[in-house]
């Protein structure tokens, strides 16, 4: 059974700091997503990593994918107080003829003033 | 950007009632999904759907749980007969290639 699991559960940080948010699965993936969520509201797509060594960023928003180590981190540069929210990273597997998300259990960021 | 509909946004029901949960997926997607999740906690995949049958299904998707997909551009989520327990955000979803694209969820409450 896939486990994803993700570090810290809980972040707050200064304005301006850089933060890393660390992804670990348990089996093989090729695929590996990251949301954020804000407070009652949907899943938003953030990066879709496709294979190991791929590197995506958005803003001060970076996410990198190691398939070997199993491994996923999000790096926050110069956090600002819109980034806060709820970020969680998904690993797709195979699920019948379809395939399927397994969440890790999120990282509740808090960006201070 | 195209996007996946979902409603009601809310649906309070009375414990043992039936509800139904509507979405309508990206037209040209080919999978589709139901997802939940319980207030605080992380998201769980509930089935898949393609080709006009089920894909897959979690244990959390029991007898009480049936989907369908009635006119080829609604995909729906019935629950029989809900629990307190069932009280969760549910998020349909559909897939291109690439990419999953998630609703807005509706919140449902048993009371």
């Known amino acids: 059974e896939l486990k994803v699991e993700q570090n810290p559960l809980f972040l707050s940080m200064q304005e301006g700091k850089n933060y890393t948010i660390y992804c670990n699965y348990s089996t093989t993936s090729d695929r590996l997503y990251w949301y954020r969520q804000d407070p009652g509201k949907s899943l938003e797509s953030l990066f879709v990593l496709l294979s190991n060594g791929a590197v995506k960023q958005e803003g001060r928003l970076m996410a990198s994918l190691d398939t070997k180590a199993r491994l996923s981190t999000l790096h926050i540069t110069a956090a600002v107080h819109d980034l806060s929210a709820t970020y969680f990273c998904a690993v797709e597997e195979k699920a019948g003829t379809a395939s399927k998300l397994t969440f890790g259990t999120g990282t509740r960021l808090q960006v201070t003033l | 950007e195209p996007e996946v509909t979902q409603t009601p946004s809310h649906q309070v029901t009375q414990m043992g009632q039936e509800v139904i949960l509507r979405c309508v997926p990206i037209s040209n997607h080919l999978y589709f999904y139901w997802y939940r999740q319980i207030l605080g906690q992380k998201v769980e995949f509930l089935v898949s759907?393609?080709?006009?049958?089920?894909?897959?299904k979690s244990e959390i998707f029991d007898d009480q749980f049936s989907v369908e997909r009635p006119d080829g551009s609604n995909f729906t989520l019935k629950i029989r007969s809900t629990k307190l327990e069932d009280s969760a955000m549910y998020f349909c979803a559909s897939k291109s290639n690439e990419k999953l694209f998630f609703g807005s969820g509706t919140q449902l409450s048993v009371l």
């Open positions: 759907f393609y080709n006009n049958e089920i894909s897959e």
